[in-house]
């Protein structure tokens, strides 16, 4: 061992040339550090002023950070001020870690970069994932950890206790029964609601939305609703509500023969894909259906739902034909869909507006095809008695070309909203459309969201027997009752209207609220 480590001691101190070699190291250390410099994701300078941090579990970011300068964006996301540093305690002892660092002040364009992709992190981290307005991220992770029944447990007792509201730049409420129920229920839906939508079904019966015509409702319903991704949820353990995601029209267009008069096989389709649901899933059986709930507005709705006892009886509708007289739809549990008829799907919203009160000439309108009870007898005791009343049938060629039926709208003080073979009529959505107060003749109609709305502020309720006196009612409102009810209409408006992409209160959102403020409403029952 010794004769071979003479001859390597001789060569390591005698035959190296050790400055070259202190020359390559050096050059080479210096390549390296030069290197993990330009790596680095922040500047050196940032890094000697602020060195940055490791948290442990963002759950309990709040509990440690304490910033200086800390705002809300428009967007209701925290952003920190750039001025301001980040001082944060360690406190937790979980292994996820993720760096934080503030920004120093503006210096060279490089680093505003980096900084705002590093702001942004933060923001992200601190930031909630929904549109939801000033909620914390310590309710956030509350409301995450509750069950779907004790969500619904939790929304049920903050409806009860709602703050009051006196003034909402997004609500008029004139227009409510109770604003402050109406909007804490509203935040809540926002904050909690998951909805899973089943995928069985075949085209076009199921998603498959049927978007023109007055029994669009359904359709742009459901369309809006398989398209959203705020209250849809894939696991359906997390939901609060199931939905059947079939569509009325389509069913009647593709099992109904025509003129027999025969609703059994639509009714037994349905049972039996209720059934399917039943056996493939745990969920209907697990509350016999009435966490789900189903959308449709033909006129046959109710009646598709006979043979399935459950589907009819537990089931959420929200239905065009919301007749409280015929036992199927139950008011407090059952959701009146409002009827609006779409002529254009790329553009629902035409003719939107109307006249001032000074420009509406004609006390009372109405025009239509002459079936169901009311309408004829409307007819019968009105048709060509009164100037100020205008009631025909269909409206005739000869008036429509002095005169076309929205403008007819737009020109009256009242527009007359009598039911047909059915209780409801897309003629209130369409006086609302035309700021025209409505003035709604079918005795068991059930309004739409009637729940929250207070429809007095806005409308005029007649029984069929008062048709006679119609004029004497209408004349026995005060001008300025009747300019507040117009005004309401006007401010009613957003609440009506489908957009293609959903905005805070509109139809789509009013629809969803009504369902889900049911669901809430049952869990206090039992």
């Not at 923001?123 to 069950?147: D, F, G, W």
């Not at 023969?257 to 039996?272: I, M």
């Not at 309408?375 to 002095?402: M, Q």
Request: net charge positive; hydrophobic share 40%.
């Amino acid at each position: 061992m010794r004769k071979l480590l003479r001859p390597i001691i001789v060569i390591l101190l005698f035959r190296i040339d050790w400055k070259k070699l202190f020359f390559i190291g050096a050059i080479l250390t210096l390549f390296r550090v030069v290197f993990q410099i330009t790596s680095l994701p922040y500047p050196l300078t940032e890094w000697i002023l602020f060195p940055p941090l490791e948290i442990s579990s963002s759950q309990n970011l709040h509990h440690v950070m304490n910033v200086r300068e800390l705002s809300v964006r428009p967007d209701n996301q925290f952003s920190i001020s750039q001025h301001a540093p980040l001082v944060i305690s360690l406190n937790s002892t979980a292994g996820l870690s993720q760096r934080m660092q503030v920004p120093e002040r503006k210096e060279q364009v490089s680093r505003q970069r980096k900084r705002r992709k590093h702001v942004g992190a933060v923001e992200k981290l601190i930031s909630p994932p929904s549109p939801v307005r000033n909620v914390s991220n310590h309710m956030l992770r509350y409301i995450a950890s509750l069950t779907p029944d004790e969500a619904l447990a939790y929304a049920k007792r903050e409806i009860e206790n709602a703050p009051l509201v006196t003034d909402d730049q997004d609500l008029y409420t004139p227009l409510f029964r109770n604003v402050s129920v109406f909007k804490r229920s509203y935040e809540l839906m926002e904050l909690i609601l998951k909805v899973y939508i089943y995928k069985e079904g075949k085209r076009p019966i199921f998603h498959q939305p049927y978007l023109r015509g007055i029994y669009s409702s359904e359709g742009w319903f459901m369309k809006l609703m398989e398209d959203n991704r705020q209250f849809v949820t894939r696991d359906p353990h997390k939901a609060h509500l199931f939905y059947l995601p079939y569509s009325a029209r389509q069913l009647q267009r593709a099992l109904y023969v025509p003129n027999s008069h025969n609703l059994k096989p639509l009714s037994v389709f349905l049972r039996n894909y209720v059934n399917k649901l039943a056996a493939k899933y745990p969920f209907w059986n697990r509350t016999h259906g009435s966490d789900h709930f189903l959308v449709a507005c033909h006129d046959w709705g109710p009646y598709t739902l006979k043979d399935h006892e459950e589907l009819s009886r537990n089931t959420i509708k929200a239905l065009c034909n919301a007749d409280i007289s015929e036992g199927i739809f139950v008011a407090g549990k059952d959701v009146s869909l409002p009827e609006t008829t779409i002529r254009n799907p790329r553009r629902p919203l035409r003719n939107l507006g109307g006249k001032r009160v000074s420009q509406r000439p004609i006390l009372a309108f109405f025009a239509g095809n002459m079936h169901g009870p009311v309408r004829p007898k409307l007819l019968k005791y009105w048709r060509d008695k009164d100037e100020s009343i205008r009631i025909y049938g269909p409206l005739p060629h000869r008036v429509s070309k002095v005169m076309s039926y929205p403008e007819h709208m737009k020109s009256s003080k009242y527009c007359l909203c009598p039911m047909g073979y059915e209780v409801n009529s897309p003629r209130i959505v369409e006086a609302i459309y035309y700021e025209c107060v409505p003035v709604i003749i079918a005795d068991n109609f059930a309004l739409p969201f009637s729940e929250v709305l207070n429809w007095t502020a806005f409308s005029v309720v007649v029984s069929e027997k008062d048709i006679p006196r119609l004029k004497e009612i209408l004349l026995s409102i005060p001008l300025r009752r009747y300019q507040a009810m117009q005004n309401n209409v006007k401010m009613l408006q957003k609440h009506f209207i489908w957009n293609s992409t959903p905005t805070r209160y509109d139809l789509f959102h009013m629809i969803l609220h009504s369902i889900w403020f049911s669901r809430v409403n049952q869990l206090q029952e039992s």
